[in-house]
C-alpha cells in the first residue's frame, strides 16, 4: 500500500503540472506543486523519531523519495513551406527529503539551496519554434523540537544570476537550527521538442544507494510512457527495480529501500565501483539516433558491453568519414612528402602526426567559444570518434597498432558498462616500446596515459580493413601501465623574507615545476588560451588563427570579437595567478608581482610545466614582545588532515595517482635576529606505501628547509591504510610547525 501511495501521488503531480495552462504564473504552479508534495500522506515522511542507535549521527535522513514522470506527445511543426513532426517530451522530477540535523556541520550543509530557477534555451528554425525549457520548485519547512512548523518563504531567494532566459537561485533555509527537522522538496519540470537530444546519454540517472548521512526510507519511482525505450542496471549487489505497466501502457519502475548505511568515507573511493548503484535511462529516439544512444539494450553485462563494443566498431567507416586521411596529408605536407617520412623515426613521426590531430580538434572554435573563452582549455576532445578516425588513418599508413577500449578508475569498470559514454577509447602503437595516443584535451601529451585509466584492465581491438565500410578486430585485453611517483611531481623552491617596513608579513618569490598528472589544473588556469593555441600551431605547422576563423562561415565575421576575447584573457593573467596562490595558501595574497609562465610544457619533448610569481602573505607571523613566530610549517602549502571518523576503514584506496612533492625554503634571517626551534623541523618517515621528511639548517643568513613528501602507488588495499595515515599524519603535522626569530 505504501508504494501504490507513493506512486499515485506522483502520478496526480505530474497529471496536473503537465496539463497547466502556459499563462499560469511561476507562483501558481509553485503553490499547486507544494500541495501536491505536501498534501498526499506518505508513511515514511511522517515519522520523526530517531533510532537510539543513530543519536549521535550528524544527521539522520528519515526519508528519501525520487520520482519522475516522462510523457510523450507528437506535434507538427509548420516551417513556411514545409511541416515535420516532432516529439514534445516532458519529465516532472521531484526530490523529496525529510532530515534531523543533529551538529552544526550538518546545520552548514542544509542552510542554503542553490538551484537553476529557469532556462529556456528555445529556438526558432524559420517560422517554427522548437521548445526547450527547464523549470524548478521548491519549498522548505522546519519542525522544531516542541512541534512548531515554520513554513520558510520561498519568496526570499537571491538570484544571483537573473537574465531572461536564464535565473539561478539560491535560497536560504532560516531559522534552521541543530535539533531541528527540515522537510525540502525540489521539482523540476523540463519541456523539449528536441527529439535529436533525447538519447540514453542525455537522459542517464544515477543512484549511489548510500549517503553522507543514514538513510531510514529510500525510494525511487518512474513512469516512462509505452512508447519509450528503457534500460536499467544495478551494480555493486544494489537490489533490482520492480517493473510493471499501468492500465494505459505504461512502463513503471520501482525500488523501495530501509536502512541505508552512511559513506564510510568518501576520501579517495571510486563509488561506481565500491558501493551499490542503480542507473535508468530511457530514449525515444530511433534509428541512427538510437545507434549514437548506446546501440542495443541487452539485458546481461555481456550483452551490454558486446552490443556497446559493436556500436563502436561500426564507426570504422570511411564512406561515413572520408576525410579520415586528412592528418595524413598534413603529416606529409609537415615533412615536405612521402619520401622524407621515411626518414623519420617512428617515434616523432607519431608525435608529429598526434599534435596534427589534435591542432585540428582544439584549433576549431564557434561563436559560443567568444563568450565562454575562459572555459577554452577545458575542452575535451569526443576520444571515441577520434581514435576511429585515427586507426583508420594508421591502417591506411600500414602501422601496426591497437584500438584500447577501457573505463575509468573513477567510474564503472566494464563489465558494467550501461552506456555509450560510459568507455573511452586510445590507440597503442606497436613499436619496440608501446606509443600511446589519447585525446583528451589540450595539455595532454603525446604518449601519455592519464591518471584515471593507469592500471585498468583494457579491451584490445585490433583493426583489419575489409572494405571501405567494414573493418573486422581480433580481440584480446591487456592492463595499463601505471606511472611512477616520481613521474607525477611538483617541486618549488620559495624564497621567503620578512618585510622591512612591516615584519609581521612575508614576502615569498616562488618557482614551480610541475610534471605529469600535477601540471594539468595550474596548465588549464594560467595558461592564455591564446598561447595554448599559438603553441598547437607551432608544433602541428598549422594556419595561423585568422585563417581558420575565416574558414568557418559561423565565425568569419567574428575575427574582432575573437581578439578581444583572447586578449582580455590574457589581461586576467594577474587574477588567475591570485587565485592560484590564495588556493595555495589558503588566504588572499598581496602585492602579487612578477607572475610569469617560463615554459607551457605542451609538448613531451619539453614536459615541465613551470612558473613563478613574487607576492606577500598576512598572518603567518606573531610578534612575541622583541621576537618573531612564523609559521613555518605552512610555506609550503596546506596539507591534508583527517578527520576521526576517516581514520579507521574497509575500503580500498584509490589516489588520484602517485606522486612527489619538494619544497625547498630558503627564509632570511633578518639582521639582529637568530632562528631557533630548527630541531621540531627534522623529520623523517617511511613505509611501502608513501614517505614524508623535512630537514632545516642556518646556512649564514638563511635558514634553509627542504621538504620532501611521495605517495608511492595509485592504489592501496585498506588493510595498508594505516601506513597511508602515517604519512597524512606527519604531514598535516609539520604544516603546524614554527620557528623563533628571537632578537639578539
Known sequence: MKQTLLFLFFLTLTTAVFAQNDNETYAQKAAEIQKEVWGTKVPEFLNSTVPANLSNESAVVFARSYSMQRSLSSKFKFMIITATKTTRVAKLATFHEKVKINDKSALESFSTISYQKRLDESERILSAKFVMTHDTYIGAKIIKPNGKVVIVNTSEEVLIKNEKNDQKSKLAISDLQVGDILDYYV??????????????????????LAGEYPILYYSLDFQY???????????????????????????????????????????????????????????????????????????????????????????????????????????????????????????????????????MILGSYDKDDVEKIDAVNYRSVKTKFNTALMSMALNDMKIDHDVLLVCSRNANTLDNIFTYDDFDAFIRINDTKPLYMYFDDATTHFNEIPARFQGEKAIVLTPKRENAIRYSFTEGTTVLPVSVAADNSIKEDIKVSLLPGNMQRLKLQRLVKQTGALRVDDQRSLLPVIDIDNNMMELSKSEPLEKRLAANPETKKMRDAFDFAFADDQQKSLKKFTAEIKAQYEQEPLQVTDCKIINAALDKSSPVFEFSESFVLDNLVKKAGNNFIIDAGKLAGTFYKLQEKDRKRTLDVYMPEARSFKYSIAITVPPGYNAKGMEELNIKKENKAGSFSSVAAVNGNILNITVNRAYYHNFEKATDWPLLVAMIDAASGFESQKILLEKK
Do not use: C, H
Open 225 to 359: 510512457s509505452k512508447k519509450d525505450i528503457v534500460k536499467n542496471i544495478s551494480a555493486n549487489g544494489a537490489p533490482k527495480f520492480e517493473q510493471s505497466t499501468n492500465d494505459a501502457g505504461d512502463q513503471l519502475f520501482s525500488l523501495k529501500m530501509r536502512n541505508l548505511p552512511k559513506y564510510q568515507s568518501e576520501l579517495w573511493t571510486s563509488k561506481y565501483r565500491q558501493f551499490p548503484y542503480v542507473e535508468i535511462s530511457v530514449s525515444y529516439t530511433s534509428g541512427f539516433n538510437r545507434f549514437l544512444s548506446g546501440g542495443q539494450l541487452g539485458e546481461s553485462s555481456a550483452e551490454r558491453l558486446e552490443a556497446n563494443k559493436t556500436s563502436f566498431e561500426k564507426t570504422f567507416n570511411e564512406r561515413a568519414l572520408p576525410f579520415f586521411n586528412e592528418p595524413v596529408d598534413r603529416l606529409k605536407k609537415y615533412f615536405d612528402g612521402k619520401k622524407n617520412m621515411k626518414a623519420v623515426p617512428l617515434d616523432s613521426l607519431m608525435k608529429v602526426l598526434y599534435n596534427i590531430r589534435k591542432g
Open 187 to 208: 521539482s523540476t519540470v523540463d519541456i523539449s521538442d528536441k527529439e535529436m537530444g533525447d538519447s540514453f546519454a542525455a537522459n542517464d540517472e544515477v543512484f549511489v
